[in-house]
């Protein structure tokens, strides 16, 4: 598995040099997330807060010096804008040369609306720069329509910046613009799998296979894929989401033929690897709605797994059985409810006790509902640690 | 209030029973866990080592002076925030009110200032002077100011403007796209309500087929997803359980499973919170995860559950905090994911954020502290659904209420 972003050639010729340092660790909500780095404890912090070096001007190994926009001749008749920070700013970047000169010439070109190849261009150079300005890529988007440019080509470049940055929202949302306007998928799973490669549960990835294949109605292979994905890694949630997502999406889980099969495959994965929380909670997911004590002889051959291939999880599954059958069978059901609440408290003390405090409280939402025969059952049951 | 002494529960005996169980199985998922475990075992051991008696400390100082510094400038690595500096306003202003350290009233007047200039001519806010309107930024940017809490920061705000920028994002089925042109997911919804609900500029139509968009976000999980079909997600689940409750439809979820779900994404051995089922353990879902429990405290006390504690959060408090004081600070200043990982001002923020909701339990009339550590690792409490500190809620909503509700000018999906 990958763990640095990896930089395409023409990034690497012009790059701003990433300190190793304080890169904004920065987690899906706006932007950038830094891939899963090994552990790298030579953080030299102080390196970042002095600024960086930038690439030395002169490139001894390639002809083709870069310049900035202010010095060139064919952008002599723009004025470029600068940023409008105020005179007392805050949360002043300490932008480089580049970056500045970059800017301040899309500025110009945003302010006079310019539609020109040297402006769609420059908006490559900005995205380069800082892959996460929204506003550059809305004005590509414009450009890429007025000025009626080859969306192959486009479909080219954003394979190469995805692949340079597959955790980054705009590139995602680019790509698909480009694929519903050429209205062409034929690309997509193939591309998308091979990110996933890389890394199996970049959200972005899941979520635009997930438009590609509702909106093209591309279900028949993925089944198959998805499969694969959880042969390679049994573990892996997102493909458990997925297998979810396909099924629902075209058989559905009402013929018991399928629910069945599904069951049976869920069963088959908890004895491969009974630590697993993903493959119990699909069990548990695909059941839920038609009542998870409805499904007959499941409870059978949970007590038997118990024995041999016992977890939490699985513990946690015979509560959620118990308490169906107390909320869908009627009759004497106080054995259930002890069951259940030794089971609770067998969680809470000793098997699960990170969750000490939620067993509690689904151990006295069950006996509160169930009205065990005990009449010490009071609301908010006191402390006991 | 309760002080905890030691023994701490990463210190005890039966931590180490609590590593993942990987049966045998390798995979990449349990590789990763692994090496994780092992990276927060080092750092337990060397803290053993060094300290005969446990005592976990804030350090308060380094992050103070890491988040003064930060208000101001910023090295270039930053660049890749361009785009949403009022993010930026934001983390380090939260921050700093939960260390309870005051900002100068000058910088408090140029933040507003700036923020003033973040202001798109058609409403809303974006990630810096002269970029396009954004619902991430406007969260960010209304929240600061709401931080600020002064007239001058108030008066920043344009609702009229405001109001017709979320109509412009506004989508038929419920559901909103971040910024004209752009990508919809539940995150949108939240930033929507969330402004929307300070400044007093809901209108009966705005949030109209919302909420049933962001309960088909619910999956089978119990968690949220993105949008609708995607894998459960800390974040996503935050930003739609919020969202939920401000247009007071949280009992339109599935409580139960979603309860389920967030209280299984506590790590049994990290003690901190993984944002999805076999993820790993990172700093920020401190809040994004653990600050749901608060949020489905309420919603079932208002479903009318007596069986509620009256206590704590249906969490492991002390081990939270224990994962983030132990595991999550840079001694330089800064809090962070995960031993290993760089210091920033998001999870310095959120890292602080979970840190106050696993030390104060709490509702309108009860109030329980626990304190990991010594006292003066007390944070002030944040506002579970906003996360910015309760005063300010309230210092917002009242100002805001003696405004009327502006009247709506624009339709809705023009910039879709």
């Given at each position: 598995m990958s763990a640095t972003t990896q930089r395409s050639d023409?990034?690497?010729k012009a790059a701003l040099v990433q300190p190793a340092t304080e890169r904004p660790a920065y987690y899906r909500m706006s932007g950038i997330e830094e891939t899963s780095h090994v552990s790298s404890?030579?953080?030299?912090?102080r390196r970042s807060e002095e600024g960086v070096e930038e690439e030395p001007e002169i490139d001894y190994e390639n002809p083709f010096r870069y310049m900035f926009y202010r010095d060139r001749k064919e952008w002599a008749d723009l004025e470029p804008v600068p940023q409008d920070d105020g005179p007392n700013p805050v949360v002043k970047i300490a932008y480089s040369d580049k970056f500045t000169d970059v800017y301040d010439y899309f500025r110009a070109l945003l302010k006079n609306d310019e539609k020109s190849d040297r402006a769609f261009t420059l908006t490559a150079e900005a995205i380069e720069l800082n892959a996460a300005n929204y506003t550059v890529w809305h004005y590509r988007r414009v450009l890429l329509q007025a000025l009626e440019k080859d969306l192959r080509e486009e479909m080219r470049y954003i394979t190469a910046i995805i692949e340079d940055q597959p955790k980054n929202y705009q590139v995602w949302h680019h790509r698909r613009m480009v694929v519903e306007w050429l209205n062409d998928p034929s690309e997509e799973l193939e591309f998308i799998a091979e990110i996933l490669s890389q890394d199996a549960k970049n959200y972005h990835a899941w979520q635009h296979r997930q438009w590609v294949l509702k909106e093209y109605k591309l279900w028949d292979s993925e089944?198959?894929?998805?499969?694969?994905?959880?042969?390679?890694?049994v573990r892996n949630n997102s493909a458990w989401n997925q297998r979810h997502y396909v099924i629902s999406h075209t058989t559905g889980y009402s013929d018991p033929a399928i629910l069945n099969r599904e069951v049976q495959y869920s069963l088959k994965q908890i004895k491969k690897a009974p630590h697993n929380e993903s493959v119990w909670n699909y069990l548990k997911g695909i059941l839920q709605d038609r009542g998870l004590s409805s499904h007959p002889g499941l409870l059978e051959q949970i007590l038997e797994l118990k024995e041999t291939h016992c977890s939490p999880y699985l513990l946690g599954f015979l509560v959620d059985i118990y308490e169906d059958s107390l909320e869908n069978t009627s009759g004497d059901q106080e054995e259930v409810l002890s069951k259940a609440l030794e089971l609770c408290e067998l969680l809470a003390q000793e098997k699960d006790t990170i969750r000490r405090e939620y067993w509690r409280y689904v151990g006295r939402s069950l006996q509160t509902k169930y009205c065990s025969s005990d009449p010490s059952t009071t609301s908010s049951a006191p402390e006991t640690d | 209030m309760e002080r905890v002494p030691a023994p701490f529960r990463c210190f005890s005996e039966w931590h180490s029973s609590e590593k993942f169980t990987d049966d045998g199985v390798e995979t990449v998922t349990s590789v990763e866990q692994r090496k994780v475990e092992r990276s927060i075992q080092e750092v337990i051991s060397v803290y053993k080592q060094i300290h005969s008696l446990p005592q976990p400390t804030l350090l308060r100082d380094q992050h103070y002076q890491y988040l003064k510094k930060g208000l101001h400038h910023l090295a270039d690595a930053y660049a890749c925030l361009d785009a949403s500096r009022p993010w930026l306003c934001y983390w380090i202003l939260h921050s700093l009110e939960l260390l309870e350290e005051p900002v100068p009233t000058s910088i408090a007047s140029d933040v507003c200032k700036f923020l003033a200039r973040c202001q798109s001519p058609t409403g809303g806010f974006a990630g810096g002077p002269g970029q396009a309107a954004h619902l991430a930024p406007t969260y960010a940017a209304v929240n600061a100011l709401c931080i600020i809490g002064t007239q001058e920061a108030y008066n920043v705000i344009d609702r009229e403007?405001?109001?017709?920028?979320?109509?412009?994002?506004?989508?038929?089925?419920?559901?909103?796209?971040?910024?004209?042109?752009?990508e919809v997911d539940v995150r949108s919804a939240y930033c929507a309500a969330s402004v929307a609900s300070l400044t007093n500029i809901m209108t009966p139509t705005l949030f109209q087929n919302t909420p049933t968009w962001i309960v088909s976000c619910q999956n089978w999980e119990g968690g949220l997803g993105g949008v609708p079909g995607l894998e459960a997600h800390g974040g996503y689940t935050f930003c739609g359980t919020a969202a939920m409750v401000i247009l007071g439809k949280e009992h339109m979820l599935d409580l139960k499973t979603l309860l389920r779900w967030v209280a299984s994404r506590q790590m049994r051995f990290e003690g901190g919170f993984q944002g999805r089922c076999n993820k790993l353990v990172d700093g920020c879902y401190s809040f994004w995860q653990a600050g749901l429990l608060p949020l489905l405290h309420r919603?079932?006390?208002k479903e009318g559950d007596s069986t509620l504690s009256l206590q704590k959060w249906m969490f492991e408090q002390q081990a939270l905090q224990e994962y983030i004081l132990l595991c999550c600070q840079n001694t330089a200043g800064g809090l962070l994911d995960k031993p290993g990982k760089s210091r920033d001002f998001y999870h310095t923020c959120y890292c602080l954020s979970g840190l106050s909701v696993a030390q104060h339990f709490g509702n309108m009339d009860l109030h329980h502290e626990l304190i990991v550590g010594q006292e003066e690792n007390r944070l002030a409490p944040s506002h579970p659904v906003y996360n910015i500190c309760p005063e300010k809620v309230a210092r917002a909503i009242q100002h805001f209420h003696q405004l009327s509700v502006p009247v709506p000018a624009q339709k809705e999906g023009s910039s879709a």
């Open positions: 023409v990034a690497n404890g030579l953080q030299d912090e089944l198959v894929y998805v499969e694969q994905l959880l042969e390679e890694d | 403007k405001l109001l017709s920028f979320l109509f412009s994002v506004k989508q038929p089925d419920g559901s909103f796209v971040m910024h004209g042109g752009g919603a079932l006390f």
